[in-house]
């Protein structure tokens, strides 16, 4: 959550009617959206997307004691309501592909890695995946699935991912400094 905290610190004080955060947008799918934030006569906040923008609503009370936990809570439920969404397809997308799935899967956050498969063969995706662009998301589901078969990343793993994702060393490398 460092990064987000980084943007969070950013926010500009005192600013009307939207306080934007002017550097590292928040990413959604690969593509960047501009946070910005307003405050409002409610009681929980809300979210919004709007064209390039994410339009957080915040009830006034928080005026004063700062936003950025808020925001952080704001933008785990945007990424999960998302994940929500987007992994589903791509899980069935998966399933077709190779003719093998998971019994289930869980989105939850797992904080130190993207994406899990436990040894008894359940797959965790943390909903911050959906930062990523889909391609990359989909080498990891993909990836993910192939631990059903193969724990390790042994030669037989890896024959099973170029088969089906041939250019998959891409994607390696966009998640380089990332763990899954
Ligand atoms: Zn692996």
Redesign the pocket.
């Known amino acids: 959550m460092k990064v987000l905290q980084t943007k969070t610190n950013k926010v500009i004080k005192g600013r009307k009617p939207g306080y934007a955060i002017e550097k590292d947008p928040v990413k959604i799918l690969g593509k960047n959206f501009r946070l910005r934030i307003f405050y409002k006569n409610i009681k929980i906040s809300e979210l919004n997307l709007l064209g390039k923008d994410i339009q957080v609503f915040l009830p006034h009370k928080y005026k004063k004691i700062g936003n950025s936990a808020i925001l952080s809570l704001a933008l785990d439920k945007m990424y999960e309501a998302i994940a929500r969404e987007e992994i589903d397809k791509i899980m069935e997308k998966t399933r077709i592909m190779l003719g093998f799935a998971p019994e289930d899967y869980t989105i939850e956050k797992i904080g130190t890695k993207l994406a899990h498969c436990s040894e008894d063969k359940k797959i965790t995706i943390d909903p911050e995946i959906v930062k990523y662009d889909r391609k990359i998301i989909e080498y990891i589901i993909l990836?993910q699935f192939c631990?059903l078969k193969y724990k390790t990343?042994a030669k037989k793993f890896y024959e099973i991912i170029s088969k089906h994702m041939p250019n998959y060393k891409l994607y390696e490398k966009a998640l380089e400094n990332t763990k899954?």
């Open positions: 990836h631990h990343h899954y």
